[in-house]
C-alpha cells in the first residue's frame, strides 16, 4: 500500500516562507515512476493546483498565483517532494496536498489517484 505524507504546514506571517515535503512510503512505490504535484484547498473553495513535477524531474509547471514564489523539487534517493514556498501572502492559506499520477504531468487534480492528507499552511497579515 502506498502513502503520501505531507509535513511542514504552520503558521507564519505575511511575506515569509515555508517548506513542505512530501514523503512516499510502500514497497514498490518511486517518485521516479509518478509525476508528482502539489494541491490546496482553502475554506469554501474547489481544491486546486498549485505545482507539478514530471517523473523524471526536468519539467515543472507552476499555477500563475504561484509562479516566481514558489519551487517544487523532488529528491529521488529519499523518496519525497518538497515544496519552497517563498513570499507567502493571506490567500496562500490553505491545506496542501501531495498527490501521484502515474502518467505524464498534469494539472488537472482528477488526474491524481494517490493523495496525502495534507498540511495545513496559514498565512497571518
Known amino acids: 500500500q502506498v502513502h503520501l505524507v505531507e509535513t511542514g504546514g504552520g503558521l507564519v506571517q505575511a511575506g515569509g516562507s515555508l517548506r513542505l515535503s512530501c514523503a512516499a512510503s510502500g514497497r514498490t512505490f518511486s517518485i521516479s515512476s509518478y509525476s508528482m504535484g502539489w494541491f490546496r484547498q482553502a475554506p469554501g473553495k474547489e481544491r486546486e493546483f498549485v505545482a507539478a513535477?514530471?517523473?523524471?524531474?526536468?519539467?515543472?509547471f507552476y499555477a500563475d498565483s504561484v509562479k516566481g514564489r514558489f519551487a517544487i523539487s523532488g529528491d529521488n534517493a529519499k523518496n519525497t517532494v518538497n515544496l519552497q514556498m517563498n513570499s507567502l501572502i493571506v490567500e496562500d492559506t490553505a491545506v496542501y496536498y501531495c498527490?501521484?499520477?502515474?502518467?505524464?504531468?498534469?494539472?488537472?487534480?482528477?488526474?491524481?489517484?494517490?493523495w496525502g492528507q495534507g498540511t495545513q499552511v496559514t498565512i497571518s497579515s
Open positions: 498527490a501521484a499520477h502515474p502518467l505524464s504531468v498534469t494539472a488537472a487534480t482528477s488526474s491524481y489517484v494517490i
Open positions: 513535477i514530471s517523473r523524471s524531474g526536468g519539467r515543472t
